[in-house]
């Protein structure tokens, strides 16, 4: 069966990174809404869902527990076992995250049930458990064998939630024009106004009349792409999980633009731009230039030690000015692997 691919905001293992896109896939077969949800919010989701269920990397989907099992954990329960599983370190203060964020959308399509020990319990009360519904633990047991198709044609969703997610994308969508007669709509968002701020003003002052190649969207990881040329320059897309949320080129300087727009994860700091150098530019000849956008100068203050030197930093309420985390030159690429600021 094959996966969808996303990015994971997190350094993980393998395994892992599986194990969590898998749940993802799952989500988005059955069409629960993603939009406006982050790649570390994403990463969470997945991750809360895989404690409730009782899922380790090693776990078979035949052994997913349910309510019906008594696997009933607390938001405070969910922490230590994504800490102790996953890779995390999760502040144990953050519990009320699980609830308010990671675990609203899953409970307001009955793939998980609220107060499952305690079905009187308050809002806020800490007791308070969480367990996977039945009928959702019977579909993810089917997953990844010959009974899958079948599984998912047959589950029933909630489909009066999604309806309400899809009619509010449709009065919020955001037009970016990327050249003559091609318009594309993003859902409206902070990250994706970061991005349409990117195409209508940064490219048309510092993109030396660079062509778009490749936009992202929260919720389509693929809104824009253009295939044969991406692989014409060189670069290497099987994995759309590591691309950046925008790709252009410019023939005038024969320079490609990889921008990450950042709302609240993954700025270019030194990680990124080495991940990025030895997967998606490790046979591409073109001078780079590494680009983090952001909304404001609060916002870039949050993330700035995280930003790598050799690369640019650009504010879209600033549109005319840029930011350069460099040693020797102004706008343009680097040769040298980047280090941190």
């Not at 308050?122 to 996977?132: K, Q």
């Not at 003003?201 to 030396?208: A, D, R, S, V």
Request: hydrophobic fraction near 40%; proline fraction near 5%.
């Amino acid at each position: 069966m094959e996966m969808i691919k996303i990015k994971i905001a997190s350094k993980k293992t393998e395994e892992l990174r599986n194990k969590i896109i898998a749940i993802l896939d799952i989500f988005t077969q059955i069409g629960m809404p993603l939009d406006n949800m982050t790649p570390r919010r994403l990463e969470r989701l997945a991750m809360c869902i895989l404690a409730l269920c009782n899922s380790t990397t090693h776990s078979l989907w035949s052994d997913v527990k349910s309510l019906k099992d008594g696997r009933i954990l607390t938001t405070r329960k969910i922490i230590i076992y994504i800490n102790e599983n996953f890779e995390e370190n999760i502040s144990s203060g953050s519990y009320d995250d699980i609830r308010r964020k990671d675990l609203k959308r899953p409970v307001g399509m009955g793939l998980v049930v609220n107060s499952a020990n305690n079905p009187d319990a308050d809002t806020n009360d800490g007791t308070r458990g969480y367990a996977i519904d039945d009928k959702f633990a019977e579909l993810l047991r089917a997953y990844d064998t010959p009974a899958w198709p079948d599984a998912i044609a047959s589950f029933k969703v909630d489909r009066e939630y999604i309806a309400n997610f899809h009619s509010q994308r449709l009065t919020n969508k955001l037009k970016v024009k990327l050249a003559e007669g091609v318009v594309i709509s993003l859902d409206d968002g902070p990250h994706n106004r970061i991005q349409k701020a990117v195409i209508d003003e940064f490219l048309p002052i510092f993109g030396n009349n660079a062509t778009v190649l490749y936009i992202g969207d929260t919720s389509e990881k693929q809104m824009f792409k253009c295939t044969n040329e991406m692989i014409e320059l060189g670069l290497n897309i099987e994995d759309r999980g590591m691309l950046p949320d925008i790709i252009a080129f410019s023939e005038e300087k024969k320079w490609l633009y990889l921008i990450e727009a950042v709302h609240s994860s993954n700025p270019l700091n030194p990680e990124r731009c080495i991940e990025l150098k030895r997967t998606v530019l490790k046979n591409c000849p073109y001078g780079v230039v590494f680009v983090t956008a952001f909304l404001s100068r609060k916002d870039f203050a949050k993330w700035l030690p995280e930003i790598a030197w050799e690369t640019e930093v650009w504010l879209a309420d600033r549109p005319e000015h840029m930011i350069h985390f460099n040693g020797d030159k102004f706008l343009g690429p680097h040769n040298s692997l980047p280090t941190k600021a």
